[in-house]
T-cell receptor, first 111, second 114 residues
Framework: QQQVKQSPQSLIVQKGGISIINCAYE??????FPWYQQFPGKGPALLIA?????SEKKEGRFTISFNKSAKQFSLHIMDSQPGDSATYFC??????????FGEGTQLTVNP | KAGVTQTPRYLIKTRGQQVTLSCSPI?????VSWYQQTPGQGLQFLFE???????NKGNFPGRFSGRQFSNSRSEMNVSTLELGDSALYLC?????????????FGPGTRLTVL
């Protein structure tokens, strides 16, 4: 049973634009929501994370917006760069350190 | 500080064989988790170990097993390999098992089952 739904599946953005990836979750037991970035041939790398008692978290060009009542959260990448081209995964964590991942979004930033 | 290391990086096996994958966590990290990544199923949790004890297990058959050693290094074993076991197997480590601690992934072991 898929508990984290991620969209879009793929995204093409021009350099300097804003990339927006959305996730929705079902399991209200999730209480930690990280985003991971994965380049081909590499393991996922933690990008930014948020807890449900916070509505927004910003780190550099990356911002997470969180809507607890709607059970949705999103990643915004400002001033997108070609080096940001990668696959992005959202995830939710429950007790026992288990991460449940979304399906992934392949981001392409055109120069 | 060195990251999570996994060996081997690539592995080719045939159906029915068994395989053992190894993971060395970041120094000081005592919790190790394993994930399977496939194009069809995405990233799926296999199990987590802390202090040599399995704390949590995902929905995988008993052919998938693991263990953790006293130095926090971990191995996972897949017996009686099936074609569908072809995947990237990822190990992640964190300082401890508490919720909300960042998990750091290794580069993975690419397993191909022929």
């Amino acid at each position: 049973q898929q508990q984290v739904k991620q969209s879009p599946q793929s995204l093409i953005v021009q350099k300097g634009g804003i990339s927006i990836i959305n996730c929705a979750y079902e399991n209200t037991a999730f209480d930690y929501f990280p985003w991971y970035q994965q380049f081909p041939g590499k393991g996922p790398a933690l990008l930014i994370a948020i807890r449900p008692d916070v509505s927004e978290k910003k780190e550099g060009r990356f911002t997470i917006s969180f809507n607890k009542s709607a059970k949705q959260f999103s990643l915004h990448i400002m001033d997108s760069q070609p080096g940001d081209s990668a696959t992005y995964f959202c995830a939710g964590e429950t007790s026992g350190s288990r991460l449940t991942f979304g399906e992934g979004t392949q981001l392409t930033v055109n120069p | 500080k060195a990251g999570v290391t996994q060996t081997p990086r690539y592995l080719i096996k045939t159906r029915g064989q068994q395989v053992t994958l190894s993971c060395s966590p970041i120094s000081g990290h005592r919790s190790v988790s394993w994930y399977q990544q496939t194009p069809g199923q995405g990233l799926q949790f296999l199990f987590e170990y802390f202090s040599e004890t399995q704390r949590n297990k995902g929905n995988f058959p008993g052919r998938f097993s693991g263990r953790q050693f006293s130095n926090s290094r971990s191995e996972m074993n897949v017996s009686t390999l099936e074609l569908g076991d072809s995947a990237l197997y990822l190990c992640a480590s964190r300082w401890g098992p508490a919720k909300g601690l960042a998990q750091y992934f290794g580069p993975g072991t690419r397993l191909t089952v022929l």
